[in-house]
């Protein structure tokens, strides 16, 4: 095989070898732009579930300061929401009528 030949031959390979890299990238490109979508629709989410959460977690304002009050499952006034649903049998909507049917 003559120098030329062989050059060729290399420079083939070569480009063969940068389309090959070129349909990796336009690959990663998309599968990136996907992942970003999905990021943005995972903020979305949670940006209305921390807003929704923000309103349940301060639905009650304080007797003294009239400021908001937070409040957790297991805290006094967590305990006292509990203890004041199961005492009045609240339930949903749909399990409360088939209940009573």
């Known amino acids: 095989m003559s120098l030329g030949e062989a050059l060729y031959k290399e420079i083939e390979q070569l480009r063969a070898r940068v389309l090959e890299l070129e349909r990796e990238r336009d690959s990663l490109k998309e599968r990136l732009q996907i992942a970003e979508e999905h990021l943005e629709v995972i903020a979305e989410d949670l940006n209305e579930a921390t807003s929704k959460l923000h309103q349940y977690l301060e639905m ?23 203890a004041f649903v199961k005492e ?14």
């Open 60 to 82: 009650f304002s304080c007797v003294v300061c009239g400021k908001p009050m937070s409040w957790e499952p297991n805290d006094n006034l967590g305990q006292a929401l509990k």
């Open 88 to 101: 009045k049998r609240y339930g949903h909507s749909a399990c409360v009528n088939q209940r009573k049917a």
